[in-house]
C-alpha cells in the first residue's frame, strides 16, 4: 500500500480488524520512510460495476462518490455514521447481487431515494431536489405536499 504522504510503496500493517458490521478489514498503517500512521479499509467487491448514466456515458462504479452523496444529503442530521455505514453497504450488496455488471444511473438514485425516505426525510428531500433536479421553489412544494399525502 502506498503511503497517501510520502509516496513509499512499503508501508507496515501495524493492526487488523474487522469493522462493526464486519463488512470490511480496518487496517492501520505505518510508513516507515515518513513516520506517517493513517488507515485503510478492505473490502469484498463481487463483482466490476459500470454505471449507465442518462446520456449513455460509461463510467465505473465507485462506492465513495454513493457514500458522499449520502453524506452531503445528510449533512447536520442527527443520523449515526454506523447507521448511514450500513446503508451504503447494503446498497453497494443489493447492486452487486442484482446479477447485472451495467447499472442504470437512474437505478442507483431509487435505491438511495428509498433508502433515505426510511432513514431521514430532511435527507430524503434533498436528494430528490438533486436527483430530481427541481429548478424553483415551487418544485419543493410539489415534492413536499406528496410526501405529506403519502404520510396521512
Same mark, same amino acid.
Request: glycine fraction near 6%.
Given at each position: 500500500? #502506498?503511503? /497517501?504522504?510520502?509516496? @513509499?510503496?512499503d508501508?507496515?500493517?501495524?493492526?487488523?480488524? /474487522?469493522?462493526d458490521?464486519?463488512? @470490511?478489514? #480496518?487496517?492501520r498503517r505505518?510508513?516507515?520512510n515518513?513516520?506517517?500512521?493513517?488507515?485503510?479499509?478492505?473490502?469484498?467487491? *463481487?463483482?466490476?460495476?459500470?454505471?449507465?448514466?442518462?446520456?449513455?456515458q =460509461?463510467?465505473p462504479?465507485d #462506492?465513495?462518490?454513493l @457514500?458522499? &452523496?449520502i453524506?452531503?444529503? +445528510?449533512r447536520?442530521?442527527?443520523?449515526?455514521?454506523?447507521r448511514v455505514e #450500513?446503508i451504503i453497504?447494503?446498497l453497494?450488496?443489493q *447492486?452487486?447481487?442484482s446479477?447485472?455488471t451495467?447499472? /442504470? &444511473?437512474?437505478?442507483?438514485?431509487?435505491?438511495?431515494?428509498e $433508502?433515505?425516505?426510511s +432513514? %431521514?426525510?430532511?435527507a430524503?428531500?434533498?436528494f $430528490?431536489?438533486?436527483? =430530481?433536479n427541481?429548478r424553483e421553489a415551487?418544485?419543493?412544494?410539489?415534492f413536499v405536499?406528496?410526501?405529506? $399525502? %403519502?404520510g396521512?
Amino acid at each position: 500500500m #502506498r503511503c /497517501p504522504f510520502c509516496g @513509499a510503496d512499503d508501508t507496515q500493517v501495524k493492526d487488523s480488524r /474487522p469493522t462493526d458490521d464486519r463488512g @470490511a478489514i #480496518r487496517r492501520r498503517r505505518f510508513c516507515p520512510n515518513c513516520a506517517a500512521r493513517f488507515t485503510t479499509f478492505e473490502r469484498v467487491q *463481487l463483482r466490476e460495476l459500470t454505471v449507465i448514466k442518462k446520456h449513455g456515458q =460509461r463510467e465505473p462504479f465507485d #462506492r465513495d462518490k454513493l @457514500a458522499r &452523496s449520502i453524506y452531503i444529503a +445528510l449533512r447536520k442530521r442527527p443520523v449515526e455514521p454506523d447507521r448511514v455505514e #450500513r446503508i451504503i453497504n447494503s446498497l453497494v450488496r443489493q *447492486l452487486e447481487s442484482s446479477g447485472e455488471t451495467d447499472i /442504470p &444511473s437512474d437505478m442507483i438514485g431509487g435505491l438511495v431515494m428509498e $433508502a433515505l425516505a426510511s +432513514l %431521514d426525510q430532511v435527507a430524503y428531500i434533498r436528494f $430528490a431536489s438533486v436527483y =430530481r433536479n427541481f429548478r424553483e421553489a415551487k418544485d419543493f412544494g410539489d415534492f413536499v405536499g406528496r410526501i405529506a $399525502a %403519502d404520510g396521512d
